[in-house]
């Protein structure tokens, strides 16, 4: 059981590039988030989806695009990459029970742009 | 918006002790609150999650109190061991359809032998 998958587990982009983290899971579960953790910041919000074809803004979207065109996929778009995205992200899964929102990690991206 | 702080940003203690952990939230009253642990280079690990409803919940050496009247969360290790060390985050829903969390920025604990 896969669970969350990011790929890839490291990045370095220079200032400009583009490029699009990958978070697939297998748990059909209908929600996903993804967040940036920096030293100090703690994990914050990026963008999380609700289901197929429905997505919203966390704490700090900018700079950041998502879509969801299929349950198991949620991929973050770095349009044109910034030294103030260096950062670890991480992908997470969850859904609703009676019992709450417990979320699911991946492993993480390490991401450093130069 | 509402917010999350662990005051803590380390703590140590020695094998044996209890570890006590404290999160606080403002601007918001959550359903529910939960617990991850999270190691060097991996992704926060589930550990708790307590309901609006309860005061305390167990699970083996964890317990975890909910006071919303002081809208604040202690989280309890008793016998801490060295395996213990991690750093612990509180998350609360990021909005009231409970459909993504917000964390707080983590307490280290550091168990020394």
């Known amino acids: 059981n896969a669970g969350v998958t990011q790929t890839p587990k490291f990045q370095v982009l220079k200032t400009g590039q583009s490029m699009t983290l990958q978070c697939a899971q297998d748990?059909?579960?209908?929600?996903m988030s993804w967040y940036r953790q920096d030293p100090g910041m703690g994990l914050r919000l990026i963008h999380y989806s609700v289901g197929a074809g429905i997505t919203d803004q966390g704490e700090v979207p900018n700079g950041y695009n998502v879509s969801r065109s299929t349950t198991e996929d949620f991929p973050l778009r770095l349009l044109s990459a910034a030294p103030s995205q260096t950062s670890v992200y991480f992908c997470?899964?969850?859904?609703?029970?009676?019992?709450?929102?417990?979320?699911?990690f991946g492993q993480g991206t390490r991401l450093t742009v130069v | 918006s509402q917010k999350i702080e662990q005051n803590s940003e380390a703590l140590n203690i020695q094998e044996g002790k209890t570890a006590t952990l404290t999160c606080n939230y403002t601007?918001?009253?959550?359903?529910?609150l939960q617990w991850y642990r999270q190691d060097p280079g991996r992704g926060p690990v589930f550990l708790l999650l307590?309901?609006?409803?309860?005061k305390e919940k167990r699970k083996e050496r964890l317990k975890v109190t909910f006071d919303t009247t002081l809208k604040q969360s202690l989280f309890h290790i008793t016998a801490s061991q060295p395996a213990d060390s991690a750093t612990y985050l509180c998350a609360l829903e990021a909005n009231q359809a409970g459909t993504a969390l917000i964390f707080g920025k983590g307490t280290t604990l550091s168990v020394s032998s």
């Open positions: 307590i309901r609006e409803n309860e």
């Open positions: 748990m059909n579960h209908e929600y």
């Open positions: 601007n918001y009253s959550p359903a529910y």
């Open positions: 997470a899964s969850s859904a609703t029970s009676l019992w709450g929102t417990e979320a699911f």
